[in-house]
């Protein structure tokens, strides 16, 4: 069996420890390890490999990730901007044999009870043997008006119903035949393609000429003007609502989606008043109870319980006025490394530079901005123009506007250098990549 996990996701519901450069499935939230990797820890020992369906950025955090849980059997396929998950499933499907037997699954869910967890995935695994087409439907334990519902009789699905309101939910949960639809999926690739081309033929076709398009010599990279003209949508619309080899596994296997921070905080340790509090630094409270407190380097968030939900309203309203604040954490995971941003005003930034053994940034030049580099530790070689030297610690070099230049670390030991960017502009896209070991547009 292969696990197709999906990686895709904004970084908003959880924001502001989730970000569109950091999304939640990556930040090590469980034990010093992600939702992501514990994704891959749980179904690896059902499934002998792993395809992940990612984009660029993505690629990068999910693979240092594996390799430091020491799996290097996983292979990739890059959607260079997402068309929702019937198309990420087709592309991936497209990359198997027919026969396969595919456990579909999102990288940010949560699943405590492990022993009953490989139970629901041999029998959906016998379903799939027999060409059915499986959807597991999470027992409900109360009523949430937050998922969609599966209605079922036995393992047949009667009908998948929208998100209800309150009084709605309420007659699912005591129905008794209501599940939670939880977003993964186990068939045979073959079968699912089949029941593609049958009902959404449009995006089964834009999808085949996208994957017969596609670049694949180490992963899978589909090219944008082919993926943009895949139509959008999810695999419950474009399926599974109408095959008729639709069957559901009842799951209850101790399941969240963390969708929010009220569903994390059922997760995690909360103070003697109810508080839930994630900060570096100590945080005093004083008659205040329900509260969920988010502090990060550079935001700082205060909610009651009840209302976490309410953080896509906050995201919405920084995407307009600080729209940084929502994209990427003070420090930022590039492909090559690390960089923390340690001051930014008005006329001139200053990073922390961390460089991988053996990486290197892109060949570029800047407009708007001069730069100056102090090694702290490590040994940088540096490209200026035609010239290329190294600098040592407590040694500097300076980068005029509009020289192309490259920082690279041909050493054994990380690289750690501080970048004073000056002048009238220091933004993130002012960049021009001439050369790049990493297939990126933009940003560093």
Same mark, same amino acid.
């Given at each position: 069996?292969?696990?197709?996990?999906?990686?895709?996701?904004?970084?908003?519901?959880?924001?502001?420890?989730?970000?569109?450069?950091?999304?939640?499935?990556?930040?090590?939230?469980?034990?010093?390890?992600?939702?992501?990797?514990?994704?891959?820890?749980?179904?690896?020992?059902?499934?002998?490999?792993?395809?992940?369906?990612?984009?660029?950025?993505?690629?990068?955090?999910?693979?240092?990730?594996?390799?430091?849980?020491?799996? #290097?059997?996983?292979?990739?396929?890059?959607?260079?901007?997402?068309?929702?998950?019937?198309?990420?499933?087709?592309?991936?499907?497209?990359?198997?044999?027919?026969?396969?037997?595919? !456990?579909?699954?999102?990288?940010?869910? !949560?699943?405590?009870?492990?022993?009953?967890?490989?139970?629901?995935?041999?029998?959906?695994?016998?379903?799939?043997?027999?060409?059915?087409?499986?959807?597991?439907?999470?027992?409900?334990?109360?009523? $949430?008006?937050?998922?969609?519902?599966?209605?079922?009789?036995?393992?047949?699905?009667?009908?998948?119903?929208?998100?209800?309101?309150?009084?709605?939910?309420?007659?699912? !949960?005591?129905?008794?035949?209501?599940?939670?639809?939880?977003?993964?999926?186990?068939?045979?690739?073959?079968?699912?393609?089949?029941?593609?081309?049958?009902?959404?033929?449009?995006?089964y076709s834009a999808s085949k000429h996208a994957f017969n398009h596609a670049i694949t010599r180490d992963i899978i990279r589909?090219?944008?003007?082919?993926?943009? /003209?895949?139509?959008?949508?999810?695999?419950?619309?474009?399926?599974?609502?109408?095959?008729?080899?639709?069957?559901?596994?009842?799951?209850?296997?101790?399941?969240?989606?963390?969708?929010?921070?009220?569903?994390?905080?059922?997760?995690?340790?909360?103070?003697?008043?109810?508080?839930?509090?994630?900060?570096?630094?100590?945080? /005093?409270?004083?008659?205040?109870?329900?509260?969920?407190?988010?502090?990060? #380097?550079?935001?700082?968030?205060?909610?009651?319980?009840?209302?976490?939900?309410?953080?896509?309203?906050?995201?919405? $309203?920084?995407?307009?006025?600080?729209?940084?604040?929502?994209?990427?954490?003070?420090?930022?995971?590039?492909?090559?490394?690390?960089?923390?941003?340690?001051?930014?005003?008005?006329?001139?930034?200053?990073?922390?530079?961390?460089?991988?053994?053996?990486?290197?940034?892109?060949?570029?030049?800047?407009?708007?901005?001069?730069?100056?580099?102090?090694? !702290? /530790?490590?040994?940088?070689?540096?490209?200026?123009?035609?010239?290329?030297?190294?600098?040592?610690?407590?040694?500097?070099?300076?980068?005029?506007?509009?020289?192309?230049?490259?920082?690279?670390?041909?050493?054994?030991?990380?690289?750690?250098?501080?970048?004073?960017?000056?002048?009238?502009?220091?933004? $993130? #896209?002012?960049?021009?990549?001439?050369?790049? #070991?990493?297939?990126?547009?933009?940003?560093?």
């Open positions: 069996m292969t696990n197709i996990i999906l990686c895709g996701g904004s970084g908003t519901r959880l924001w502001p420890i989730s970000r569109t450069l950091m999304p939640k499935q990556f930040v090590k939230l469980f034990g010093g390890k992600s939702l992501f990797q514990l994704t891959v820890e749980r179904n690896q020992t059902v499934c002998s490999s792993q395809l992940i369906v990612s984009n660029t950025e993505q690629y990068f955090l999910a693979l240092d990730q594996l390799e430091e849980i020491q799996n #290097d059997h996983s292979s990739y396929l890059l959607e260079p901007v997402g068309r929702n998950t019937a198309p990420a499933i087709a592309l991936a499907c497209m990359a198997l044999e027919p026969e396969t037997i595919v !456990l579909v699954t999102p990288s940010d869910h !949560l699943i405590k009870d492990l022993e009953a967890y490989q139970h629901i995935l041999r029998r959906a695994e016998q379903l799939a043997h027999e060409n059915n087409l499986v959807t597991f439907g999470i027992t409900p334990t109360f009523p $949430e008006t937050g998922f969609g519902y599966i209605e079922s009789e036995s393992e047949n699905v009667l009908a998948f119903h929208e998100k209800p309101n309150l009084q709605k939910a309420e007659e699912y !949960l005591h129905a008794g035949n209501y599940y939670w639809n939880s977003g993964m999926f186990c068939f045979k690739a073959g079968i699912f393609l089949q029941e593609l081309e049958k009902y959404a033929p449009t995006i589909i090219h944008r003007e082919d993926m943009l /003209s895949i139509p959008e949508n999810s695999i419950d619309y474009a399926i599974m609502e109408k095959s008729s080899l639709v069957r559901v596994v009842k799951s209850d296997i101790g399941w969240s989606d963390v969708g929010c921070f009220d569903a994390l905080a059922e997760h995690m340790p909360n103070d003697k008043h109810n508080n839930l509090i994630l900060s570096d630094k100590p945080v /005093s409270l004083i008659d205040v109870s329900d509260l969920i407190i988010i502090d990060t #380097d550079d935001a700082l968030l205060i909610t009651k319980k009840g209302s976490s939900q309410k953080v896509k309203e906050i995201v919405a $309203e920084h995407k307009q006025t600080n729209p940084e604040l929502t994209h990427i954490h003070r420090t930022a995971h590039r492909p090559w490394g690390t960089y923390t941003i340690l001051e930014d005003t008005v006329g001139y930034k200053i990073k922390r530079i961390t460089v991988k053994p053996g990486k290197r940034l892109s060949l570029q030049k800047h407009f708007h901005r001069n730069e100056h580099w102090i090694v !702290l /530790s490590g040994t940088a070689t540096v490209t200026v123009g035609e010239q290329t030297y190294l600098v040592h610690p407590n040694e500097s070099t300076y980068i005029k506007s509009g020289e192309l230049h490259r920082l690279a670390n041909m050493g054994k030991i990380p690289l750690v250098i501080i970048e004073a960017q000056v002048g009238e502009y220091t933004g $993130e #896209d002012d960049i021009v990549r001439v050369e790049d #070991d990493y297939d990126r547009g933009e940003n560093k």
